[in-house]
């Protein structure tokens, strides 16, 4: 690497007319190789040695701020280096100094390919180095297997299969044996590779988002979610999944409700989740960054480690700035073209799904090759990219395909990094929602949910309402990296609004309808009386599926168009409205009926099952938090090694469900290599 470095300072050298290796007069050759060679070496010592010191100096900035700092420390590191060098002729302009340090840390980082997937022996080497120096570091590892769970936020069951077999994704295949075919060369048949893994779908909860999803996976219980927001009329408070104080109390009320600390309470690690798992190493975990202060605030410890090589900042800036372009540039070939259904993708847009697939990715990978390295146990890590990509671009795009590949390598680097840990690993990839693709509701009908409440209630419908905010995980991570964990726009804890209007809110194609002044849980009959033509509405307009409302008769009640009122317990014989949601729909609406904070209208979008599109209520042509289409399927990719998921023609339902799977396996990895006896809560489930 220090060979590397110093051909490209004397290639810099010869370009750039203020970066200078010999005195004015002239220099030999040999003196200017010399001169390079020790420039060099003096700045790669001192970023070995000086930048992790000064990261630590800068544990209170904002941790995008030092990734824009990096650029300008490691000019300094190199004004330094040159000043000690011993011929005293080195000079080079400040703003040079920037622009050669970024050029020989990014050489320096292409050519170790720190975090690129490369398959030749420089690779494998640094593999090596990195796992030998672990080793003399550390005791050795336990024999018994580790598992590191990776969450690919977002990608549903079927567009996993979909970019199998586009060969998006080359390292799912060939864990499913369907993409490592060879050639007997005597003869030419073809034999197709064992697959290690399986692959299982399974069913989300009505709210088929992060929120609910990764709190029962990571916590066994997501009781009272009944959507990414809504508000709590005990607390008068509007809690919001992504938002690192709602983080904090949904999993100490999950906590409190299991009596356990999680799924990676035995030596785990948790990495860019929205929970903790009860993880004792946590990095980029929204719900411990309420802590705006101090240098105690882990939340945000894995971008100061990921960031204290300088290489890893700079690959990653400049990363940052391709995929920034490259948004750029497909944004406006989508408005060129007039491509429907299409959202606003300008604004601070293009900085977050930069944000999302290159800098989240880089820093959540390097922690898990990290934890592994490390010889822990159970790691759990969440890459957003694709969420984040599909919201605006849709699930189905070249865009959020291009996306896929990107996870599948990174997918394949940590399988690498498992080759030379201290112990073995398992991996196993799941997701926790998939989305649906279709039009915004306002789009459709040039209102939204809550221009529509109102007019049903008899208020004023203004005649330019606010839009919705996406509730995409990737917002949240960046106002957390630069110490704003802050409410979204337009969302207070405790809306300031007159108290007999209601509180519409909105989680994908699921919107809940509150009214703030009535303390409990409002009966279809006390709505009748307060606003009579809301329900009737609501129920009757095209762009709504079902509602779910508490009712004095039969207790719950869902309501359709033509007048279709059908009691919970009923459901079975005659789904109604819930018919063309499929199967489980059922279960999933009673199962959010006992919840103490459901809403006191629950609104379902449409669903076309014929193209499998939904209307959201939030601004994505990609959408998930209701009832409808591929949102509600996400996957469970597990190594055979494991005992099945789900027995022969059963179904894996519900975050809960996964949680109490997960766990099975982890119990598995630790004892006999056979499928255990469940744990009562699992018999009684």
Excluded at 193 to 205: K, S
Excluded at 262 to 285: I, K, P, T
Excluded at 516 to 529: K, L, Q, Y
Aim: aromatic residues 6%; neutral net charge.
């Amino acid at each position: 690497m220090w060979a590397v470095s110093t051909v490209t300072m004397l290639v810099l050298a010869g370009i750039l007319p203020d970066f200078q290796l010999q005195s004015s007069d002239g220099d030999s050759a040999t003196r200017i190789a010399v001169t390079a060679a020790l420039g060099a070496g003096a700045f790669g010592l001192l970023s070995a040695l000086v930048w992790p010191l000064l990261v630590r100096l800068l544990l209170l900035v904002p941790a995008l701020v030092l990734g824009l700092l990096v650029f300008f420390l490691n000019g300094s590191l190199l004004i330094v280096a040159l000043r000690l060098v011993p011929s005293g002729d080195s000079e080079a302009a400040p703003e040079t100094a920037v622009i050669v340090a970024a050029v020989m840390s990014a050489v320096a980082s292409a050519t170790g390919a720190a975090l690129a997937v490369r398959d030749d022996d420089a690779y494998r080497r640094r593999l090596y180095r990195l796992a030998d120096r672990r080793r003399r570091a550390l005791p050795p590892g336990p024999s018994s297997p580790g598992t590191v769970f990776i969450q690919l936020d977002g990608v549903g069951h079927d567009v996993l299969l979909a970019a199998v077999g586009k060969g998006l994704m080359p390292t799912v295949a060939r864990w499913l044996g369907d993409h490592t075919d060879h050639i007997d060369r005597t003869d030419g048949t073809r034999y197709g590779a064992a697959p290690t893994h399986r692959l299982t779908p399974w069913r989300t909860d009505w709210s088929s988002q992060t929120g609910a999803s990764q709190l029962g996976i990571l916590h066994g219980s997501n009781h009272d979610v009944p959507a990414f927001r809504w508000y709590e009329k005990t607390g008068r408070e509007v809690m919001v999944c992504n938002r690192p104080t709602s983080a904090a109390e949904l999993q100490r009320r999950a906590v409190d409700r299991t009596g356990d600390g999680g799924l990676l309470s035995v030596d785990g690690a948790s990495r860019g989740n929205l929970f903790s798992g009860g993880a004792d190493e946590q990095a980029l975990v929204l719900s411990i960054a309420t802590k705006r202060r101090g240098r105690r605030n882990r939340s945000r410890a894995g971008y100061f480690a990921y960031f204290s090589d300088p290489a890893n900042a700079v690959r990653t800036a400049l990363s940052f700035i391709a995929e920034v372009g490259r948004e750029i540039g497909q944004s406006t070939r989508a408005r060129a073209r007039k491509v429907r259904p299409r959202v606003s993708r300008g604004g601070l847009y293009p900085f977050v799904r930069a944000f999302a697939t290159v800098v989240e990715r880089d820093v959540v990978v390097a922690a898990v090759m990290g934890d592994m390295f490390a010889g822990r146990t159970a790691v759990y890590a969440d890459l957003v990219a694709y969420d984040e990509v599909a919201h605006h671009s849709g699930p189905c795009g070249r865009d959020a395909e291009k996306v896929l590949e990107g996870l599948d390598r990174a997918l394949a680097l940590i399988e690498k990094v498992a080759e030379h840990a201290p112990r073995p690993y398992r991996i196993v990839v799941l997701s926790d929602h998939g989305q649906s693709p279709g039009e915004t509701f306002r789009t459709r009908y040039g209102l939204g949910l809550g221009d529509l409440v109102r007019a049903g209630c008899g208020l004023p419908v203004p005649r330019r309402a606010r839009r919705t905010h996406s509730g995409a995980e990737a917002r949240a991570a960046v106002r957390a990296a630069l110490r704003r964990p802050v409410e979204e726009g337009g969302e207070q804890h405790r809306p300031a609004r007159r108290r007999s209007e209601p509180i519409v809110l909105a989680s994908g194609n699921l919107g809940l309808v509150s009214f703030p002044d009535v303390p409990h849980r409002m009966t279809r009959e006390e709505i009748d009386a307060r606003h009579p033509a809301l329900l009737t509405t609501l129920a009757n307009h095209p762009g709504v599926g079902f509602l779910l409302v508490r009712s004095e008769q039969h207790g719950g009640l869902v309501l359709g168009a033509f007048g279709a009122e059908i009691p919970l317990d009923r459901l079975d014989d005659d789904p109604g409205p819930l018919e063309v949601f499929g199967p489980g729909a059922a279960d999933a609406v009673r199962r959010t009926h006992s919840f103490p904070n459901t809403a006191d209208i629950m609104v379902n979008s449409c669903y076309d099952p014929a193209d499998g599109e939904v209307l959201a209520f939030e601004e994505q042509i990609g959408s998930h938090g209701g009832l409808g289409g591929a949102q509600g399927r996400p996957f469970l990719l597990s190594p055979l090694a494991f005992s099945a998921p789900v027995g022969d023609g059963e179904d894996l339902v519900g975050a809960e469900h996964i949680h109490r799977v997960l766990r099975r396996w982890l119990r598995e990895s630790n004892g006999p290599q056979v499928p255990v006896e469940a744990e009562p809560e699992e018999r009684a489930a």
